[in-house]
């Protein structure tokens, strides 16, 4: 069997292609969605969960919630998305490429990446420093 037709070689998540979310109760919408799926598919003892979000003019952001707060990784390739996520969430720009967010500044967050956002991927074993939480 070849690994296109061999189950056990397909990756558990595959990317889905993102549709703009324009207001806040199209945000709310896709987290209860997008919790509802990660419930679902993502295993109780599996850490580094969250979502990648492939930007469209390049470049991958690596997001994980709790209930206290946002945790972003921001790829070097995407670090020019700083200056969107300093003005849709009063964040500062840390040192490095994890930035950790209150958690009422997600709707905000979204709204401001949503334009830019070619895909969304769950994704487990993801590092998100000394700052990640089991889940999303």
């Given at each position: 069997?070849?690994?296109?037709?061999?189950?056990?070689?397909?990756?558990?998540?595959?990317?889905?292609?993102?549709?703009?979310?324009?207001?806040?109760?199209?945000?709310?919408?896709?987290?209860?969605?997008?919790?509802?799926?990660?419930q679902e598919l993502?295993?109780?003892?599996?850490?580094?969960?969250?979502?990648?979000?492939?930007?469209?003019?390049?470049?991958?952001v690596y997001m994980?919630?709790?209930?206290?707060?946002?945790?972003?990784?921001?790829?070097?390739?995407?670090?020019?998305?700083?200056?969107?996520?300093?003005?849709?969430?009063?964040?500062?720009?840390?040192?490095?490429?994890?930035?950790?967010?209150?958690?009422?500044?997600?709707?905000?967050?979204?709204?401001?990446?949503?334009?830019l956002v070619e895909?969304?991927?769950?994704?487990?074993?993801?590092?998100?420093?000394?700052?990640?939480?089991?889940?999303?």
């Amino acid at each position: 069997m070849t690994p296109d037709t061999n189950d056990t070689e397909r990756p558990r998540f595959r990317p889905v292609p993102w549709t703009s979310l324009e207001t806040p109760q199209d945000v709310e919408l896709w987290i209860e969605e997008h919790n509802r799926t990660m419930q679902e598919l993502v295993k109780p003892q599996e850490t580094g969960v969250g979502v990648r979000f492939r930007l469209a003019p390049g470049g991958d952001v690596y997001m994980q919630t709790a209930a206290d707060a946002v945790i972003l990784d921001v790829e070097p390739d995407a670090s020019w998305i700083a200056p969107l996520i300093m003005a849709a969430t009063g964040a500062e720009q840390p040192a490095g490429s994890i930035w950790v967010l209150p958690d009422d500044k997600l709707v905000q967050l979204l709204l401001g990446l949503s334009t830019l956002v070619e895909s969304s991927l769950i994704v487990t074993g993801h590092n998100f420093g000394r700052h990640g939480r089991r889940q999303f």
